[in-house]
């Protein structure tokens, strides 16, 4: 009897002792990364936030997956609780002692929440001003909108995206690209010729609009590589938005329309952020009767604060008829 008893003493060790193995090994940043990349670029699609950024995020607070928050409530953006949620609850200590925290079913849903909760929340809206490739800016504007307290939160997040070369994520295609690098043979070599930087390659002018897909009786369209629809008649942002899994307020966003803009039958809309530019052979756009800012930006896919700095003018400015406009530009 005592045999047995020994026996079992010993495989009950056996496991625990494996289980307490698996519960130390750590996770790296690159797992993290490749685990979780996907996500954060179906945001960056859908909701404008770099992909670098929110990957970043999730590495520095999450600890790469590794932190006893993140574990125990998959948790990986550090979200408290706030007034109105109603989610499950977990309490942390963090700057005070016990501080309520949100707790998810996966990680998926967290990075969802973090996602919606940039968007929807008013403090974080001059963030959306900087375009989708622009990490630095995105990270110090997280730090002055009080994400985090630490410091030099803006800094530790650049230095994961240089170290780690998440800009590429920012890219079209970004994470079939990441991939491939990483799975190159030179894969030092390869990832030190990439630049955070690097333009993309020209347009042709009379080549930018083309129709790419169709999708619940939408024909997509691109221009300047950003899709977009043209609205049909009864249409609203917030049914557009319904049919392409975007909110209301994202996409009103993405096409620099108030709250007040009613959409009309053959306007442009927007499913993605416009671009700073089009890199190319210089064009000028000749202003017709009625035409802003905002109707040359949405014609060629650019946002309107780009398109009035490259011509030195107000987005609010009044344009003369018969006055050039310029659009393409080098930088």
Known sequence: MKKIEYTIFSVLLVVLSIGTLSASVRQTREEYIEKYKKIAVAHMERYGIPA????????????????????????????????????????????????????????????RDHAEFLDSSPRYDSLFAYPADDYRSWARGLKAAGYATAPDYAERLITIIEKYRLYILDREDGAAIYS??????????????????QDEEPVSPDNFRVTINAHKGYNINRINKVCYVVAKQGDTYASIGEAFYISERTLRRFNEVSKKHTLTKGEIVYIERKKSYIKGKDIEHTVSKGETLHSISQKYGIRVQKLAKMNSLRKNSTLRVGSKVYIFNWW
């Open 52 to 111: 670098s950024i929110t990957m970043a995020q999730g590495i520095l607070e999450s600890d790469a997956g590794n932190s006893q928050l993140s574990r125990s409530s998959n948790n990986h953006f550090g979200i408290k609780c706030k007034k109105g949620w109603k989610g499950r609850k977990v309490y942390h200590d963090d700057d005070a002692k016990g501080e309520c925290f949100r707790a998810y079913s996966n990680v998926e849903a967290s990075y």
């Open 180 to 197: 491939s690098a990483k799975n190159a043979k030179e894969n030092a070599e390869w990832f030190a010729s990439q630049s955070s930087k």
